[in-house]
């Protein structure tokens, strides 16, 4: 059972921090979600109860809501603006809204679960990896900020260097970034190994691009690497599940994705598909704003392997 709030309890820093305000498109469910892990004490208790039951949060007042989550009224009200809301007038609008939505929907929006069993057929995984995934890029769509998308290609498209970060799962992500950029003629490197990627970074200049990629926003080497491009005075992109993550924070645009983990493929790997959509809307705004460059290199790139494309006449 909920322990109720003690007076005064403290709870995470999170609390103190704000993000863009929210609309009811702006899914306020994904929002939390997404910000889970990095609410802590009470404000995590919160969090869950209203992702437990959003409609029943959403007809609650905020006295009931307190007393359910066994917190306080003040304890909500940092928690509408940890969210971005004014307060909780504005949250559960908000919430109802995309509840009413949700209801409307397939049933594959609702809660799809995530576990696969061993003796599962291979129809029902089938099913479950596409509803999985299904869920993150629809969760991705209403987290990604598209003014964040619009200043980062921006900066891509006016660089002479793009160096891009990532370690393990990440590195593939970031490789075949790489790959988009140079079909578009843009000099971009790809960096996993550490000590190459911080001396690359070192040699970035103002007007450089980084970006580093780490769905927990929590892997080490990738943020030392991002971060030493930011003090070479490189423009700086975190693509991240968690806004409030220390690569994040060490970032001058943040590109979200969101993620929906399945047994057998960990949070890490679950976030690869929603990445590769973010970074191919990046990529594709990118080439509208270099077209000519991009199309001329298109067709160089394409005479360039045009001789090992196997003839229809070979066996």
Known sequence: MTQPEAPGATTSVAEASTGPPLGASDGVLVRVRSQLTEFTGALQRVAEHVLSDPAAAARSTIVELAERSGTSPATVTRFCRALGFDGYADLRLSIASETGRAARQAGWTVDIGREIQPDDPLERVLHQIMAADSRALTDTSALLDLRAVERAANAIAASSR????????????????????????????????????????????????????????????????????????????ALTSFPRSPLA???????????????????????????????????????????DRSHAAFQATARAVAGHWASKEDP
């Open 162 to 237: 793009v160096d891009i970060y990532g370690i393990s799962g990440s590195a593939l992500v970031g490789a075949e970034m790489q790959l988009c950029l140079h079909r578009i003629g843009l000099a971009a490197w790809a960096w996993t190994d550490v000590h190459n990627g911080l001396a690359s970074a070192a040699l970035l200049r103002p007007g450089d691009v980084a970006l580093g990629v780490s769905h927990s926003g929590q892997t080490r080497e990738t943020i030392e690497m991002l971060a030493e491009a930011g003090s070479s005075g490189a423009t700086t992109v």
């Open 249 to 291: 924070e060490v970032a001058d645009i943040v590109l979200l994705h969101a993620m929906q983990a399945t047994t057998f493929r960990p949070d890490a790997l679950s976030g690869r598909h929603p990445q590769l959509v973010v970074l191919d809307l990046l990529y594709i705004a990118v080439a509208q704003r270099t077209h």
